[in-house]
Nanobody, 118 residues
């Protein structure tokens, strides 16, 4: 069965760093574009970083220059390195996978909490 599991969330001080991991199973990971989303209470779920099957990356303006997305295909894992964290980065962070075909379904993890607080 298809599964995406996020890990690495927790409590961190402003200006600190954290690395999130997401490991997939049950699908051809290397053929999928992978993304990180986040959602704060009362707000929409927003895409903040993505990496496609050719390692092309994109970032939301809110995290550009601070966050880095990468992938390790042999281990079916995508990472999000988060530096210079701010209070407004507090959210539940979700991992997703997408294949470029009309018949393909998107896959989602259940999320991991990141809290930035002094």
């Amino acid at each position: 069965q298809v599964q995406l599991v996020e890990s690495g969330g927790g409590l961190v001080q402003p200006g600190g760093s954290l690395r999130l991991s997401c490991t997939g199973s049950g699908f051809p990971f290397s053929s999928y574009a992978m993304s990180w989303y986040r959602q704060s209470p009362g707000k929409e779920r927003d895409r903040i970083a993505s990496i496609d099957s050719s390692n092309t990356v994109n970032y939301a303006d809110s995290v550009k220059g601070r966050f880095t997305i990468s992938r390790d295909n042999p281990f079916n894992t995508v990472y999000l390195q988060m530096n210079s964290l701010k209070f407004e980065d507090t959210a539940v962070y979700y991992c997703s996978g997408k294949y470029d075909a009309v018949w393909a379904r998107d896959y989602w993890g259940r999320g991991t909490q990141v809290t930035v607080s002094s």
